[in-house]
């Protein structure tokens, strides 16, 4: 074996086997002039070691050779690489075994005594089969990206029709919502009524509490952005989200219960984040509780407490509950349960920053016996 047959770059390398040294050496100096690396294989055995080695695109045999014949080798390449292209060499009375060979996907055949333009038809032919395999494989390719990029783009599509029907009522009606507290405020400013105007004050900050939550929910869902862990203040993070959730509770008489006596001093996580998966848990639990006509009173605890790995939170309420078939729907994306009344964000983004910060969430609701939701999140977020 000499230098040719060291490993080379597959792009103009090509396999000659001949049991014949001196056709051999004849042979490769007439690839090398014609700018092929050639490796040099006087047997099947070394053949195929060199072509498992090297992956050349081309291989040139003899036919007739002692032990493995170029049949044989034929065969084994196109096993292990169909679109390698072979060239059989053959005598002049070996014809029929030649065009056998084209029955088992031979590219070509060249009879001896071989001349340099036989030899360059056949290479022809075979780089030609090449480079047509290699387009078909890029036109494959850039099908396959057109079509996955068909899908993407319909599928965000969809998303987006689905987004914009399922955001338009509840956008109605925070803007009716805008203006009559607009308008109560301006009335009581002309009247000095101080009682409506407090009201009027209320209903407006109720609705923009309502309108930046959903404002942080549609780009929450729309474009991803990577966690900002901070240590927070729990029992003053909690507090905050309590607040802002009983300004929608409290003119509907439903309580938010605060048990925090057993919860951690802080905690690591995305604040707006996680004030937003809690806040949505939350905005349930009170909407649970709005439907539920058949109580006097409503209330929500709202507990943090803690065991050795995690903080976990419980927001159980005495609401409308949920049947199965929609509990199991529940964090959905898009899918509510309030018919016109809400976007189907809410509890699916409270999972999503949930999981994000490596914790879970889980449901438990019965119809007419309220839902308790339960998030547990690691104290060590990886």
Do not use: W
């Not at 170029?70 to 070996?94: A, F, S």
Request: glycine fraction near 6%.
């Amino acid at each position: 074996m000499n230098d040719r047959t060291k490993k080379i770059s597959e792009q103009k390398s090509i396999l000659l086997v001949d049991d014949e040294e001196d056709i051999r050496e004849v042979l490769a100096i007439a690839l090398s002039d014609m700018g092929y690396a050639v490796l040099e294989a006087e047997n099947g055995k070394i053949a195929l070691e060199l072509f498992r080695e090297n992956k050349p695109m081309i291989v040139l045999t003899d036919i007739k050779m002692p032990g493995m014949d170029g049949i044989e080798i034929l065969k084994k390449i196109k096993i292990e690489n169909p679109y390698t292209q072979v060239i059989m060499i053959t005598g002049h009375g070996d014809t029929d075994i030649a065009i056998k060979s084209l029955k088992y996907e031979a590219i070509d055949f060249i009879t001896k005594p071989i001349s340099n333009e036989a030899l360059e038809i056949a290479l022809k032919r075979a780089n030609e089969k090449i480079l047509t395999r290699q387009q078909l494989n890029q036109y494959t390719e850039n099908l396959e990206e057109l079509v996955r990029e068909k899908t993407m783009l319909r599928d965000n599509l969809s998303s987006l029709g689905i987004m914009i029907g399922s955001i338009s009522h509840s956008v109605k009606g925070l803007l009716t919502k805008l203006d009559g507290s607009i308008y109560l405020i301006e009335s009581a400013l002309k009247k000095d009524d101080q009682e409506q105007l407090e009201e009027g004050m209320d209903i407006l900050k109720i609705t923009t509490d309502r309108i930046k939550k959903m404002i942080f929910d549609i780009l929450y869902y729309s474009k991803e952005r990577k966690m900002k862990l901070e240590t927070l203040d729990l029992i003053k993070f909690a507090n905050d989200v309590a607040e802002i959730s009983e300004s929608k509770a409290l003119p509907y008489n439903i309580k938010i219960i605060r048990e925090f006596t057993d919860a951690p001093g802080q905690m690591k996580a995305d604040i707006e984040f996680m004030r937003s998966a809690l806040l949505n848990i939350l905005d349930n639990a009170v909407d649970a509780c709005i439907e539920d006509h058949s109580k006097t009173s409503h209330t929500i605890n709202f507990t943090i407490k803690q065991d050795t790995d995690n903080i976990i939170f419980e927001i159980r309420d005495n609401g409308v509950g949920m049947d199965k078939k929609i509990r199991d729907k529940v964090f959905n994306l898009f899918f509510s349960s309030k018919q016109n009344k809400g976007t189907g964000f809410g509890l699916f983004i409270s999972k999503n920053i949930i999981h994000q910060h490596g914790g879970f969430i889980n449901v438990k609701s019965a119809k007419g016996k309220g839902t308790c939701i339960h998030v547990k999140i690691p104290r060590k977020i990886k």
